[in-house]
């Protein structure tokens, strides 16, 4: 199902994003070495509640994973780098961390998430991998326009990831969000441009590039969740819920410039 957002669902979506933009920044905040992934977990639900809104998550069971998935947040570190199922694990200085998170405030949903190294001590490629997924991103915000095509977005995304020299999967990639967190259309970290749905005012779209650096093969862990690298190479991803207007994209999973964080 492809929606359109009222006007009014549009305000409503922008609380929304507004809200998961705040929790991932507050948690990218406070996470560091000697964080463990469930506290994370622990800090979402407070966030979330807190907020009154709900998870996207707890109870999401989709053909692809096992059973609900039961937490608040992805937390996917180093070599896991999509579903990220929260653990028993303790954050060292220089691993690379993703947090994925999606809630439901006032009947509308947003999707976001964020890659960064933990402590002072990232190495070069972890942060060109890093800042590539981020350039991916904004290359696809920038292509997310009145009339174009998702083969359009898609294009945007795999040019900027291609030339960074790494391989794209296409088994996992953005979406449409609206009422409920995943809707048609797909939208592919590489495509071909002209092609595909024709973007209207009043959808949203989750963008998400996420690579690996030096395969294209995921592996999925024991947990039914957690998707890794092949190889057991590092990884990143980044992604935004963006709003399709007349005026141009939106973006709604942006922290508010100089906004306090939130207090799990």
Known sequence: MVEILTPEQLDRARGAGR???EILATVRQRAGAGTNLLEIDRWTEEMIRGAGAESCYVDYAPSFGSGPFGHYICTSVND?????????EVLVDGDLV???LAVLLDGVAADAAVSFVVGGSAQPEDERMIATTERALAAAVAAATVGARTGDVSHAIGTVLTEAGYAVNLEFGGHGIGTTMHQDPHVANA??????????????????PWVMADTDRLVTDPDGWTLRSATGCRTAH???????????????????????PLEP
């Open 191 to 208: 495509g071909r441009p002209g092609r595909g749905y024709r973007l209207r005012p009043g959808m949203l779209l989750a963008l998400e």
């Open 98 to 100: 993703s947090l994925d």
């Open 238 to 260: 980044s992604e935004h819920t963006v709003a399709i207007t007349e005026d141009g994209p939106e973006i709604l999973t942006s922290a508010g410039a100089g906004s306090a």
């Open 80 to 88: 896991a780098v999509l579903h990220g199922l929260p653990h028993d």
């Open 19 to 21: 809200l998961v933009g």
